[in-house]
């Protein structure tokens, strides 16, 4: 589940240092993958009550899509560890978009896997109203 | 706190393929480290209701050090995350040694950190038969 793409990877970063700055003791997965043949979520992160198994999706504006193995795959991991699933969804930064201004996650949210939009085709979808609407977790992340 | 070292690499990895075999969720820490400056445990494993950070070391035989900082390091970020320090300390097996015989954890023993030896310089040990005799911890690992 990996981003090999370097601009993804750069957000990456930016996500785990946010929540590195916030209380989250947080591991981001090797880029290489596990040494298992499992699927491993891009980021965990404990603050000593509450655990996250984390899929980082960054856009420049148009709608992430997830396909319906990534988010079982976040899932099946999520439960066995014995952590919440959410997706990171963030969308770059429009010049004047209020809504981006004051917020100190860096354009980050976090979407719990249930309110996700799915697809006729059986995948997922985020678009960044969605993201706006639901992305405030019940905990303050 | 990655192990450069090629074997305790290897070691590692039949360490985490050992815990997903057996129930646990596992991330390995990136070999190149974490996007942040802090340190981070080798492996982190949860199975639903116990969390362990977990520092890996084997040896050919001789005692296993750890400094000050490293065990400090472990502490801090399984405190943090709310997870429990472990060391995971394996010997090279011996031919004919009957306690690793019949052994499925592969020669893996699970140390508390609180069961450690303190050298007079501040400094952490564990020897073959501390880690025989500590390392079953009070979870079934």
Known sequence: M???????????RELTNWLDGNGWA???A??????????LPDVLAG?????YAIEAKS???DPIYLTDEEVDALCYFAENFGAE?????RFDLENGDPSYGDDDRKGWYFIPVGDLYE???????????LAHEKGVPEVEL
């Open 2 to 12: 990996a981003n090999s793409n370097e601009k993804g990877d750069r957000r990456e």
């Open 26 to 28: 947080v591991m981001r």
């Open 30 to 39: 090797p880029a290489s993958g596990s040494a298992t043949a499992r699927e």
């Open 47 to 51: 603050n000593g009550e509450t655990f």
């Open 59 to 61: 856009s420049s504006g």
């Open 85 to 89: 699933a959410r997706i990171a969804a």
């Open 119 to 129: 697809t006729p085709g059986g995948n997922y979808r985020v678009k960044k109203e």
